[in-house]
């Protein structure tokens, strides 16, 4: 299917969610409706855009805007709340500067923003980490797709500086998604060298370290944009899409990310297994061509190494081409299905095909990670849409992908963001406790943050905010970080 076959969204009726956030407050106790359980102790941290302009300019893609992390924390029913700007250099030159500094994931199609206002003393890295965070060594900080890291204070929400890792292994991409491996004890992630010969260079942090090691290099003769990747417990896959990257466009500042991009629907998904007992990449597998932002969960049965993705078959344009000031998500015309793709390391067929584990697509997956993540699961928990309202990621959901079934929260006007599962202490089944979600209510000008049932799906309570927070893209909860 060609881009021009896909249908473009029609408009939303306003933008709230791409509008610029300029309030930064501390909030002891947010009003709640409902009931929060009272085990809910912890903080949920969450990281998005949240300013769209440089000087008159409007940006106009999502993943452009500046980095603010929002913080809720609960104890014994109650919610307070928290939002900052991370103050990086990014930061610093468009705030006051008026100019972007490093590179941009879209761009002005006219390149009027670039062409008068880029920094010319711009690195090729942007430290505009909006899109995740996570803690090691007790260390938090936030990152983008490339590897620049920002620490910030997690009470105060207080940006500390650049972080940079020991034997940081210099490289132009890395993904926003690390994964933990829990019996290793290790952070693992990867990065893209593309300014000689371009590789995929795997690495692993020990826990309470901030020391790279590598793992693995995976030459490759052209590289790749992957925005996360799959981890079992022995091996590592890179899901190779053909959205390949033009490595000598890409080390220049002024080239975004998505002009260096071209999809190549003819070229196969390449899925790369990297085996982390031997560092190495041990096999290659082949399937159609497909896109995707998100691995869901990977497992090991019987010798088979199970892929599960959030995948789609449309034009990547469709997708990475968002602009806030025509689109959001539109996840029916961009086919998202919940795949399992279904690799035999040891011998079979090396080209591979898919089957659909649930009736509904999602976007932003998630699952109980620290329970199940390399294990047999069975739940996940997304965004979806909703096909008779408004073109827009809308109902937040569950799935079932043993019974291939789901469950929704909707409520009309609101647009649920990532959902962060929260296990109960001492929980005995996968699903037990409940689902955090940011929910922009559009109706009310304002957010509230959602706590639904794992179990029943069913609303406990919500928490609201006095001002809108942007759409966000990534977070995490720590239950043994409390403000
Ligand atoms: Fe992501």
Redesign the pocket.
Known sequence: MSTAEVARPEPLPDFLGFTTLDREVTIDRLPVTGRIPEWLTGTLVRNGPAKFEVDDYRLTHWFNGLAMLHSFAFTEGQVSYANKYLRGQSYEAEVNDGQLYGKQFGMDPCKRLFGRHFAEYSPNLSDNTN??LTRIANRYFAFNEQPRYLEFDPTTLDTVGELEFDGQIAGETST??PHFDFGRRTLVNYTTTMRDRAAYQVFYVPENTLTQHRMATVEVDEPCYM??FAMTENYVVLVEFPVVIDQEKFVQPDKSFLECFTWQPTRPARFRVVDKREGRCTAVFESEAFFA??HVNAVEVGGDILVDIAATHTPYETVLGLAPTEDQFDLSAYGYQVRRYTLSPRGGASRIGWEQLADAGVE?PRINYRGHNTRPYRYVYGLGHSPRSIRAMNRLLKLDIVNGTHSAWYEKGCFPGEPVFVPRPGASTEDDGVVLSGVLDAKAGTSFLLVVDGSSFEELGRARVPHHIPND??GQFFADLHR
């Open positions: 899109v995740n926003p998604h925005h996360s932002f998100h932003m893209f990534h």
